[in-house]
């Protein structure tokens, strides 16, 4: 069959297969492409047990798998065929020399952009998915045109805003769709050609374009915004378990203001996952090599309060059970960085075990689609960790349970059947706020919410 286009995206990780199997969907006269370098990743993508959880993926996949959609490790060849690539490698924090602990590591980006100049014989679109610096697409550019075979590149930026957990819908119903171009003939040329794309079924007015860098900078923006949201009212949780006050009516009498809005106000144990620190460990990063140091510190302070928070959660569990973890064993509901994912990257599960490890406590590990991230994350420290589906079976014989995942399954628990099976006195540490308090309070428990009054019986 004849396919009018033929898109490629390089990186078949939490982003790019997502995105693609979407653009399949949708689009049933392009052909898609996803390559990685990760041979088990890809074999992964064409089975039936796919490397990304997502509700929806699953059915997408299966349906467009094999007809417009390939999964394979062919990138030289995929560059040849396509028309236009999007780029989604990943692009981590850096850990080594200049920039180490804030500015992004590049170095698979560049290397995938000499791949892409070496095997091109024709003109093409590059698509920038992934996360990056301000005028990152300069260097793409400059590297694309160092081979002198004449070959026209226009590299367009097209960041992601989809959520994990809700990447279908995010995918299916944006808020928005941003593509930032140069303003050049030929660049409004291709950023014409990405909006023909998604206008296959994102409504024309939510389709923003703009310049190159002002769309590479939203991206970062974004995040930044969103994660300080989560840090405005995780710093104010802490001032309400001072005051008596109650952290759930702040943010109610706070979010009604339309103008502030409700969403994302809601108090947690931390946020995680691989975007927010990264990002904005970027921004600033980005804002102190321009030197500008008042605006750096600002968000800077996004990350620091992230850290206080999770520091402060354990050391809260530490004060309530008579300062000492020592052989206790400790229940940890949830280990996913949000609920309805297996992602664990930056969970603040991750950092809260750790620490717990660190003061002597047996921990039993529960999350219903995380296990293997989580074994994975706490190897070679886990001697005194076990790992079990079933949440009932998993608080056995504990002394807490601590909730650092928001999990729905959480909600509707037997609690008393749960109280039952543990040590007494039993406690719940809710890093989410998602239980009834006053219930597991009358159940027996000793509960301890976030930015509300503890309840405890002695
Ligand atoms: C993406 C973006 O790339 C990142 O910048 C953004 O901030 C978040 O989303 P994500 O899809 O979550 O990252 O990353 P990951 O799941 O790690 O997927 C990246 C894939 O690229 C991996 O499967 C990796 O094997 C592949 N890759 C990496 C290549 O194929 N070639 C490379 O050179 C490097
Ligand atoms: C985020 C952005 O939302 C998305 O637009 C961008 O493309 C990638 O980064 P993601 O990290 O997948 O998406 O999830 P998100 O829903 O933003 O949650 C991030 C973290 O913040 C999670 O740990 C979550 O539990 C926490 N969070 C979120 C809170 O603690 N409180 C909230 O009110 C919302």
Known sequence: MNFEKNILCIGAGYV???????????????????????????AEWNSDDLPVYEPGLDKIVKTVRGRNLFFNTEIEQGIKEAEIIFVSVNTPTKTFGAGAGLAADLQYWEKTARQICQCAQSPKIIVEKSTLPVRTALAMERILTSNDNGIRFDVLSNPEFLAEGTAINDLENPDRVLIGSRQTESGLKARDELVEIYANWVPIE???????????????????????????????????????????????????DSRVGNRFLNVSVGFGGSCFEKDILNLVYLCQNYALHEVADYWASVVKINEYQKNRFVLNMITAMFNTLVGKKICLFGFAFKANTGDTRESPAIFIAKRLIEEKAELVVTDPKALKNARIDLNGIDSNVSYMEDPYEAAVGCHAIAILTEWDLYRNLEFEKIYRSMIKPAFIFDGRNILDHKKLFQIGFNVFPIGKPALTHF
């Not at 297969?17 to 990743?41: F, H």
């Not at 190159?212 to 989560?230: G, P, V, Y």
Request: hydrophobic share 40%.
């Open 16 to 42: 790019g297969g997502p995105t693609m199997a979407i653009i399949a969907y949708k689009c049933p006269q392009y052909r898609v492409t996803v390559v990685d370098m990760n041979s088990e990743r890809i």
């Open 206 to 256: 939510r389709i923003i374009t703009s310049d190159t860098w002002s769309s590479e900078l939203s991206k970062l923006a974004a995040n930044a915004f969103l994660a300080q949201r989560i840090s405005s009212i995780n710093s104010i949780s802490a001032l309400c378990e001072k005051t008596d006050a109650n952290i759930t009516d702040v943010a109610n009498a706070v979010g009604t």
